[in-house]
Nanobody, 123 residues
Framework: QVQLVESGGGLVQAGGSLRLSCAAS????????MGWFRQAPGKEREFVAA????????AYANSVKGRFTISRDNAKNTVYLQMNSLKPEDTAVYYC????????????????WGQGTQVTVSS
């Protein structure tokens, strides 16, 4: 099993930045992906970004390309999501997820999920 814990959410003004962290623990696979999803009230959980642990390949949703950056720290088993130029429409609960396949832009590709961290962007 894999346990994920997100942190770093908060309230920011439009145009501001926020950095989310997700620490992974437990039994992991030899090669896997970690991703970020978000879910706003009344909306489906949507893909934001993903990183392949071995090699560091990344994938982004079109809505965040150029603004968000996903990265990972191999030694710390931690994935980050640097969010810049935040917009009110970025407001959502952000979830970290662990998957064992790549590419992994679908929520169905992930087996474990964190508890989520709230990101609120004010206009």
């Amino acid at each position: 099993q894999v346990q994920l814990v997100e942190s770093g959410g908060g309230l920011v003004q439009a145009g501001g930045s926020l950095r989310l962290s997700c620490a992974a623990s437990g039994r992991t696979f030899r090669s896997y992906a970690m991703g970020w999803f978000r879910q706003a009230p009344g909306k489906e959980r949507e893909f934001v970004a993903a990183v392949r642990w071995s090699g560091g390949s990344t994938a982004y949703a079109n809505s965040v390309k150029g603004r968000f950056t996903i990265s990972r720290d191999n030694a710390k088993n931690t994935v980050y999501l640097q969010m810049n130029s935040l917009k009110p429409e970025d407001t959502a609960v952000y979830y970290c997820a662990y998957g064992s396949s790549w590419p992994a832009a679908s929520k169905y590709e992930y087996d474990y999920w964190g508890q989520g961290t709230q990101v609120t962007v004010s206009s």
